[in-house]
């Protein structure tokens, strides 16, 4: 349907392109999680940040699913499940008849210390994204990726350090990062990170000292040697001139492609992702040993066609409006 995933026989949708009845949302990114359908059901943090991201009034009805419980809906089984991606991010995996369906949403295999890990779900029907389904994306390391970044910090002590990350996941991803490597100063947030980052926070994420991104009151020269993180829309505009002689990174795993980090003058390309690489989405395949695997969106047909020299029936859904830019 043009909505998106749908279940028939329980009436109700899966991170729907626009509003429906009844929505069952993987997380809170905003081309799975859209406001204006009747009902939500989705995690209590992925309803938090709907909230928080378009107001409380973003549906008429929520209602949470815990992970691991069942709710019937309709005479179908659906349960909510960790997929590794940004806080409150899960799996539904969903049951009728003997047949279990599980539709991944965005998902990574690697360590997180922002969200809940990955956890595999024995399913008949795997509904996988693909974002990097392509073998040439094998991401690094991603505390090395940091590393690099506190290490430029050091051989540039006169330069601002101006890191695009989107807000929801990435950002606290990359300030927990930090954390962890030992980076202890004060990092400077754009004031579009400031609820969802208190959110984090408040879920007991520590994110250690965090101050507002502005040159108001202050000097240029104070943020000289600083890590300041924004919105990669930000660096678009003003804000980002304010600072001094600033390097620009940017935190994606698209960042391993070139062309795309010269096309945004990033000097320094970190290639952190929130979806897992090739070798991840085929070790989730191969876990799993699903008996169909169907790809919702990304690079479909490389890995529909790894699915098919594995003895795997698998087929491309070519879904339309999710974005695989917000990583």
């Not at 008429?60 to 179908?76: F, H, M, P, S």
């Amino acid at each position: 349907m043009s909505e998106g995933l749908y279940c028939p026989p329980g009436d109700f949708h899966i991170d729907p392109v626009r509003p429906v009845p009844r929505a069952l949302v993987t997380h809170g990114h905003a081309d799975h999680a859209r406001p204006g359908s009747e009902k939500v059901l989705a995690t209590a943090d992925t309803l938090a940040i709907m909230a928080l991201r378009y107001g409380e009034d973003f549906c008429a009805e929520r209602q949470v699913a815990k992970l691991g419980e069942t709710i019937d809906i309709n005479g179908v089984r659906v349960s909510f499940h960790p997929a590794g991606h940004v806080l409150g991010s899960a799996q539904i995996a969903v049951e009728k008849d003997g047949l279990t369906m599980v539709v991944s949403g965005d998902y990574k295999r690697r360590p997180d210390p922002t969200c809940r890990p990955f956890e595999p779900v024995a399913c008949n029907v795997f509904i996988t994204e693909a974002t990097f389904g392509l073998p040439v994306f094998r991401h690094p390391d991603s505390g090395e990726e940091i590393r690099r970044l506190i290490a430029s910090t050091r051989q540039f002590p006169e330069r601002t350090h101006l890191v695009g990350a989107y807000a929801l996941g990435k950002a606290q991803r990359v300030i927990a990062g930090l954390r962890a490597e030992g980076y202890h100063e004060p990092i400077y947030i754009h004031g579009a990170l400031k609820k969802l980052c208190d959110f984090y926070q408040g879920r007991g994420i520590e994110l250690g000292n965090l101050q507002p991104a502005t040159v108001e009151g202050g000097k240029r020269g104070d943020f000289a040697g600083a890590v300041v993180i924004g919105p990669p829309s930000a660096f678009a505009d003003r804000w980002a001139r304010r600072f001094p002689d600033p390097l620009a990174a940017f935190a994606s795993g698209w960042m391993q492609v070139r062309q795309r980090a010269r096309q945004r003058g990033v000097e320094l390309p970190l290639v952190i992702s929130d979806h897992s690489d090739w070798d991840e989405l085929t070790e989730t395949i191969s876990d799993l040993k699903p008996d169909e695997v169907w790809v919702t969106h990304g690079r479909e047909e490389a890995l529909v066609r790894w699915c098919q020299l594995e003895g795997i029936a698998a087929r491309p859904l070519h879904l339309v409006g999710y974005e695989d830019e917000s990583d």
